[in-house]
């Protein structure tokens, strides 16, 4: 069973919200006194995302804050957007909490649904967190380096963006619906429709982020695909295990030593988890894992070219070709780690027994024997080609199994090199003196090994390290082409590089993620899914509500609707600086004027904010993000 | 040369005559395969895994020797790490599984005898990585 990721929730925070507005939309019914306390724990809810990403920018004076790039600027206003949206959600009623039945408005409920899918999503999140000294966290996963990533930051945003669209196109349909139906106060009505107002303004500031730097379509998926961090647990193949239920075994494998490898660099260098036995264990196996992605992607290579792809078994084989050489590497190092010994032999770690693990399942895969192991005897015929991949569809199957091996084979040798430096400076690398110069008089069969031979050692593991993400990187290359689900290792990897500070501190804020977001060095590409601004305008929407369908008469609606907009926002970005803007609750004051200001903000022109939070200097905005309302 | 080396190591180890110079002779011989075992590894080899897990078992059981307590502190210097050796793949594989059952054999017997818990408990941990060597390799092995 695979393990959760943040998709699920995110995707049924979406479901939650019903059919996506122009495509069967919900008639607006029930409380508005309801609806707004459902959606002030929405708002909340998406107000701790966003503190999660700008907290550490807190503490930086407004002067001293270098200039944003679009994606920081926004996350500044998505925050304030958000706080202003739960300011007139709270303005006058009591302290909100969940009511001890379930909310009977439809919308409520939906909202409700919302906030529990956002919640966990964010608890999922959190895992791979642990509070750390002062106001940072610990990392407690692999993945936690890509949480707090840039991509998935910026990714997250948009998501967030998408969800206020729909939430306030349903929220204001509400408060400006007709009152007979719906049981609410006009100040309340007007308190939702400036709640929602505002979440408009947050989707306008995360499109102009977008315009300037548009979220790839790799990014979503990554963040996507962020799972719990709860390892699955350890499975070994029993035998005659048919390719589909290998692959699905190598690739949990491959996950569970990633993590355990990562939680090992961790550990304290005078570990019982650091000794030659699981260093050895970790080499010799590696090196048979990548002898057997190297015969796989042979045999895959194979396939693709008698079905006539031959670009892909061109990468196939380049791919295999550099999995040899990764081979040949391991054995290096599995050569020279023979060659050093520590006090705390036989000791095996839970990366080194998953290692092990990760190579019967690989060897499984690759070998026509159902009962292989690694002690099964001299000679091991290949499995034939047809029995790998019995149909075009199996082939990104076997690549993500051989794409998850490769990646865990380039991630360990960093482990391991982080571990035995560590352990090389507590002295606790040693050598059997018999293979010492006649230099060295120790009274003792053993001694710590000479700085030249830990340097000898260390760059085996770095060679191996070059070597294997050469493999892993020319397998990505494939699954990325044949969109195999391992292709998000590679934007991870990426996303990975692109917060190395990060990385390299063992802690982080979220903030650091902003921080990184002024760097506009990541991979991108325009494949931003917007929903189409399908809302009808006042003019639309009225005709449709006269009942007139004749399409020229619609259309010719919908300019109108559009010509209003842009003079609206015309006008108000023409107006005095100095003039004092209306609040919100003001600009709803009649359903005339909240329809045409509420049309206008939805277009996602981002000068439309402007009607709510006034023309902007440079640097203002982030300036106001931080005034509580 | 380094089938020499092997047949040596055997010698020794049937000529050992006690608890530490048994220790002795047998981590001897555990260095002493270690360079013919990776001398010969080769990946496109039948032999290739094999011969893998038998040069990391014999790094290991070296090792299991190294720590015990009765090991003379001052031994002989470990035979060069690589050379032209002789002999095929399968040569070498069934030279070592011999001496692996040697070793097994002779590290069992002294086991017993040995009063301190740390070199019984060496004496087990080698003989047993003696063992698995003479596993992998015997399947190739003319014994």
Sequence with gaps: ?629 | MQMNEIAAAAGRLQQASGLAAILDAACGAFEDMLPVLWDRIDPGEPLFIAMLTAATCAADGRDAVLFAPSLPPHRRPAAPQAGSGQGSVDVVAGAVAGLCMLLAARLAEAAPSAADHGDRAACHAAARYASQIHEALAGASPL
């Design chain 1, 1 to 629: 069973m695979s393990r959760a990721t943040f998709g699920d929730f995110l995707q049924a925070a979406h479901d939650g919200l019903g059919p996506p507005s122009g495509a069967g939309s919900y008639a607006p019914r029930g409380s508005v006194e309801e609806v707004s306390r459902s959606l002030l724990r929405v708002v909340t809810v998406m107000g701790r995302y966003v503190q999660d990403m700008t907290a550490g920018l807190d503490g930086i004076g407004r002067r001293a804050r270098p200039p944003l790039h679009p994606w920081a600027r926004a996350c500044l206003q998505v925050r304030e957007a958000l706080s202003n949206a739960a300011w007139f959600l709270t303005d006058g009623g009591p302290n909100r909490r969940w009511p001890p039945s379930p909310a009977a408005s439809p919308l409520a409920r939906r909202l409700d649904a919302v906030t529990v899918s956002l919640t966990t999503g964010r608890d999922l999140l959190q895992t791979h967190f642990a509070p750390g000294a002062g106001s940072s966290w610990e990392h407690r996963s692999e993945w936690a380096v890509v949480v707090t990533s840039p991509p998935v930051t910026r990714a997250l945003l948009a998501e967030i963006a998408l969800l206020s669209r729909r939430i306030a196109h349903q929220g204001a349909g509400l408060a400006l619906s007709p009152p007979a139906g719906v049981p609410g106060s006009a100040p309340e009505r007007r308190r939702l429709n400036a709640a929602c107002q505002w979440l408009w303004v947050l989707d306008t500031s995360v499109r102009a982020a977008q315009q300037q730097e548009p979220v790839a379509a790799a990014d979503r998926d990554l963040m996507a695909a962020i799972p719990v961090n709860d390892l699955p647990p350890r499975r070994v193949p029993g035998g005659g295990e048919p390719v589909a239920v290998l692959c699905e075994g190598a690739i949990t494998s491959a996950e569970r030593v990633r993590h355990l490898a990562w939680v090992a660099a961790q550990d304290a260098p005078w570990s019982p988890g650091m000794s030659t036995g699981s260093l050895r264990q970790v080499a010799r196996t590696s090196t048979v894992t990548s002898h057997n992605c190297h015969i796989l992607l042979g045999t895959l290579a194979a396939c693709t070219a008698r079905a006539g792809q031959a670009q892909i078994s061109e990468g196939l084989s380049a791919a295999a070709d550099a999995a040899g050489r990764a081979r040949d590497r391991w054995l290096r190092a599995a050569c020279a780690i023979g060659q050093i010994t520590t006090e705390t032999e036989g000791h095996l770690s839970p990366a080194a027994i998953e290692a092990g693990d990760l190579a019967l399942w690989t060897g499984r895969l690759a070998y026509a024997d159902p009962q292989w192991t690694l002690v099964s005897g001299p000679a091991h015929p290949g499995r034939p080609p047809e029995s790998l991949v019995s149909r075009p569809e199996d082939v990104p199957m076997a690549v993500a199994a051989v794409h998850q091996a490769c990646e865990t084979l380039a991630q360990l040798p960093q482990t391991e090199w982080e571990q035995i430096s560590a352990a090389a400076q507590v002295g606790r690398i040693l050598v059997p003196t018999s293979t010492l110069s006649s230099d060295y008089d120790v009274p003792r069969p053993f001694a710590r090994a000479p700085h030249d031979r830990v340097e000898q050692l260390l760059a085996e593991y770095r060679g191996v390290a070059q070597a294997s993400r050469q493999a892993a990187t020319a397998v990505g290359e494939v699954a990325v082409a044949i969109q195999a689900s391992s292709r998000v290792l590679v934007t991870a990897r990426q996303a990975a590089r692109a917060s190395q500070p990060t990385r390299a501190s063992k802690t982080a804020d979220h903030a650091d993620a902003l921080a990184a977001l002024r760097d506009p060095g990541a991979a991108r590409e325009s494949a931003a899914v917007r929903e189409p601004d399908d809302t009808p305008g006042p003019i639309e929407h009225t005709l449709r509500g006269l009942g007139v369908s004749r399409p020229d008469l619609l259309t010719r609606g919908a300019e109108l609707d559009r010509a209003g907009q842009r003079f609206l926002i015309d006008a108000t970005v023409g107006i005095n600086r100095q003039h004092k803007r209306p609040s919100a609750v003001m600009l709803s004051k009649t359903t005339a004027t909240a329809a045409l200001v509420n049309n206008a903000l939805a277009s996602g022109d981002s000068r439309a904010a402007a009607m709510l939070r006034g023309p902007q200097r440079p640097q203002q905005a982030e300036s106001e993000a931080e005034r509580e309302p």
